[in-house]
């Protein structure tokens, strides 16, 4: 996919140039949306995915990454009947910086590490059949 038809499918208002700093740190003192943010690493993940790897209802998924929209830090992407996710870096450096420090601790926590593990081998491996035809997560490089 070009980077073109990438933007044309992305129906994301743009993050405003202020930070809403208690906005964004309400979205990240959450556990299930640290959770979710490891999960897209630097991928753009369906919705599917995360209901299997963490085994929370879809309507509960949906709620935390609509949360994660509002605070700018997740953008969305419809394909049809799916919805995928990817991380969206604020446009503020202040907010860009402390994202980034929060993955990157995330990213260290063992059961998080053990998730993230979890979404790959689905990914790679064996799809579950309630996965059946849901698209894989793409890593966005792929995208550009």
């Known amino acids: ?5 990438y ?14 700093l ?13 959770r979710l943010l ?3 690493g630097k991928d753009e993940v369906c919705v599917c995915y995360f209901v299997e790897v963490l085994k929370t209802p879809q309507p509960t998924i949906s709620r935390h990454l609509a949360y994660l929209r509002k605070a700018g830090i997740v953008g969305a992407r419809r ?3 799916w919805m995928h996710y990817r991380i969206v870096e604020p446009a503020d450096p202040a907010g860009a910086q402390l994202l980034r420090q929060i993955r990157e601790s995330v990213s260290s926590d063992e059961v998080l590490k053990k998730e993230r593990s979890r979404l790959v081998q689905i ?10 035809g849901a698209p894989k997560p ?7």
């Open 123 to 132: 990914c790679c491996g064996k799809i579950p059949n309630r996965l059946e």
């Open 1 to 5: 996919m070009r980077q073109s038809e």
């Open 7 to 20: 933007v044309k499918m992305t129906a994301m208002p743009l993050p405003s140039k202020s930070l809403n």
């Open 79 to 81: 394909e049809g009947k």
């Open 38 to 40: 490891n999960l897209m």
């Open 138 to 144: 793409v890593s966005i490089a792929r995208l550009k």
């Open 22 to 34: 208690e906005l964004l740190f309400r979205a990240l003192a959450d556990r299930t949306r640290l």
